[in-house]
C-alpha cells in the first residue's frame, strides 16, 4: 500500500530500513588495520566486511544495503579517492570515510568535494571513527529515503495524461488558472478540472504540497 501524501513527504517518516542497523565495509591494505576496524565496528552492533582491495571489493558483488564504506587513501594500484569516483560512476555510491597515514590539506578537501562524510588521519580515536559511520550511515539512510520517495512519486506522475502535466507545471511555477487557459487555449473550467485531476492523481492535498512534489521530481522548470 502506498505512504498517504503527508507521510510521502516527511522522509523522517518513511518506515524505510528503520529497523536496519547497516553494514561496514572497509577497504585497506593493512591487515592489522582491517583486524582493529572488524572489532571496533563489531563492538558497536554493526555488521563488517574485510576488504584488502578495490578489485576484492568489487569482485565480491556487494548487496545494495544501507551501508558505508571505510577506504584507505593510499592503495595498491588505484588510489582510494580514484576509486571514489569509480564507484559514483557505476552508480555504487555509498557514503565515504576515508582513512589514511599520509593526508594533507589539499587532499582532505578534495575528498570532501567529492563527498566523503570525513576525512581522518591515522593513527585516530575509536570514538572519531564510530561517529563517522554513524553519520554516514544515516546519511546512507536519508539516501534512500529520499530515492523511495521519488520512485513513489513517479509512479504517480506517469498516471497523468499530457495535459493534466501541462497544467500541473503551469500550475506549480504560479501561473493562475485564468492565464492557463489563455495561454493553452482552453476555457477556465477546463483548466479547473485538469488541475483537480493532477492534485486527485498526485495526492496533494494542497498547492504547496504539489509544489513540493513537483520540485523533487524535478519538473518545476519546465515550460511545455
Known sequence: MSAGPRDLLNLEELPILADVS??????????SMRAALEDLVSSVGLQVQLFASP?????SNPPDVLSC??????????????????????GIAPPVIFI?????IPMSVRAMKA???????KPFHDQEMLDAIHAAIERDRQSRRQALLVAELRERYITLTERERQIMTLVVVGRPNKQ????????????K????QAMRKMQAESLPELVRMADRLGVTNATS
Open 55 to 59: 578489485a576484492e571489493f568489487l569482485n
Open 100 to 104: 589514511t597515514g599520509h593526508g594533507d
Open 22 to 31: 547497516g553494514v561496514v565495509f572497509v577497504i585497506d591494505d593493512d591487515q
Open 69 to 90: 564504506l571505510v577506504l584507505d587513501v593510499r592503495l595498491p594500484g588505484i588510489s582510494g579517492l580514484a576509486f571514489q569516483n569509480e564507484l559514483a560512476k557505476a
Open 180 to 191: 492557463i487557459a489563455a495561454e493553452l487555449n482552453l476555457s477556465e473550467m477546463t483548466v
Open 193 to 196: 478540472v485538469h488541475r483537480g
Open 115 to 121: 563527498g566523503a562524510v570525513e576525512f581522518l588521519t
